[in-house]
């Protein structure tokens, strides 16, 4: 990977290359978006908090925080690595101009923003707009900017790998890491690459109010285990229950992979949030229907012993930049599949176990830590948090939070990607199940 550090340019931009998490996003956005992702978040205010000189001025302050909303991404040549290019704000009137062009008012629901985010044509995000913000309404003196904070990429911050013993030991580990990345069941998808057919991503969201959130999150803690590793034995329970439809007597394990948010782990010299610092892992489970409620915990608890060694093991840094160059080699070469370190021709090789994952989740916890009501005006009233990206045809992502002390369970697919019927099939049958052992209610 080429030096990732910021330095001046001759046209008074500051660039960086792109690291290795950043390039495997980026490669597979261009040229419909895949992969741009969007939050939207709803509440209640006064109309004068939203004026477009407010809005501007708060929107301005948070790009001077966060410097890599107001890059833009060079991409000149197929033989070079993607750049950053940041040119600051000469003065306040400079940074309100800025950001005034990466700001929408609108009238649209949240329902229409979202879709339009989903399905729409990308208008608004591209290599030269990287962030952009709506305020949508369906009924000062000069600012003082904080200093612009650039942030390295995630890969420059975790362990260096040059010693020879180092990446020895980390590539071991990685190896050792997919080898146990074990499963062979997918949703069914069809083979619908007509670009006549136009992409349809829907968007569905299941609520839990407040009290059955409340005896969801008290019978978890009884059992020993969080809710998103409950979460994660509802995903693969609804599946065990189709697949003899659809995948006959299939008994290899069923493989979700979800995210791991590094930013605990890592160095506390950035001052901005705003990078990515994502590394990945999967949990394999059984794939044949639970016979009881206590099989049912014992899956959550294997989700859980698999996360808690993913997460707490001394090699996670070195894996993620492992895990980190190989997506970026795997999106540069226009593929999904992991790269293979080459072996000597010798060396005697087992055919490797199927790796095929059934979904991935995103599961984002409790949002009430982050969006505290009590942070807001009493006139400002939180209403809703929704967020995901743009997917590819048969794109499917799975979403839960806590909002407002509720759980949320939200899916995302691209529908002609996928057999009529079946995902409308599978998320009863989570929701089915979440009944029947969050709630215990048959």
């Known amino acids: 990977m080429p030096s990732t550090q910021w330095t001046a340019s001759i046209d008074g931009s500051i660039q960086r290359y792109l690291g290795d998490s950043e ?23 006064p109309s004068h908090y939203f004026t477009p000189e407010r809005v501007c001025i708060a929107w ?45 008012f609108s009238t649209l629901s949240k329902e229409e923003l979202i879709d339009d985010c989903l399905n729409g044509p990308r208008t608004l995000l591209s290599d030269e707009h990287l ?35 180092k990446r020895a030991i980390s590539s071991v580990n990685f190896l050792q890491c997919q080898q146990r990345e074990i499963g062979n069941h997918t949703l069914p998808r069809v083979q619908n690459n007509s670009i006549s057919i136009a992409k349809r991503t829907r968007f569905i969201v299941h609520l839990f109010n407040e009290q059955d959130t409340r005896v969801i999150l008290q019978l978890c803690k009884a059992k020993g285990v ?19 439809t659809h995948s006959g007597e299939n008994l290899m394990p069923i493989l979700l992979y979800t995210a791991i948010n590094m930013r605990n782990s890592l160095p506390k010299t950035v001052e901005t949030f705003w990078f990515l610092a994502l590394t990945y892992y999967t949990i394999s489970l059984p794939s044949y229907p639970p ?98 990206s743009k997917l590819k045809r048969g794109g499917l992502l799975f979403l839960a939070q806590t909002f407002r002390n509720q759980l949320e369970f939200h899916l995302v697919w691209e529908e002609t990607g996928f057999e009529e019927g079946i995902i409308e099939k599978w998320w009863e049958g989570v929701i089915t199940a979440s009944h029947e052992y969050l709630l215990q209610r048959k």
């Open 226 to 244: 969080s809710v998103n590793n409950a979460i994660l034995a509802l995903c693969a329970v609804s599946w065990a229950r189709m697949k003899s």
């Open 291 to 388: 016979n009881s409620p206590l099989a049912f915990w014992h899956r959550a608890s294997m989700a859980k012993e698999q996360t808690t060694r993913a997460v707490k093991s001394k090699l996670l840094l070195n894996r993620a930049s492992l895990i980190a160059a190989n997506r970026a080699k795997a999106s540069s070469a226009g593929t999904t599949n992991t790269i293979k370190p080459q072996l000597p021709p010798h060396a005697r090789v087992d055919p490797p176990a199927p790796s095929r994952a059934l979904l991935g989740l995103s599961l984002l916890g409790n949002l009430d830590s982050l969006y505290k009501q009590s942070d807001y005006s009493p006139q400002v009233k939180l209403l809703s948090f929704r967020g995901a």
């Open 23 to 45: 390039l495997a996003f980026y490669m597979q956005s261009n040229p419909d978006g895949i992969g741009d992702m969007f939050t939207h978040v709803g509440l209640n205010a």
């Open 60 to 104: 301005a302050i948070l790009r001077a925080s966060h410097a890599l909303m107001q890059c833009t991404v060079l991409n000149l040549s197929n033989d070079e690595r993607p750049k950053y290019s940041f040119i600051p704000p000469k003065d306040a009137e400079d940074a309100l101009s800025e950001a005034n062009r990466a700001l929408s």
């Open 131 to 165: 962030s952009h913000l709506t305020i949508s309404q369906t009924d000062p003196s000069v600012p003082e900017f904080q200093q612009n904070i650039l942030p390295p990429p995630l890969e420059s911050m975790l362990p260096s790998l040059e010693a020879p013993w």
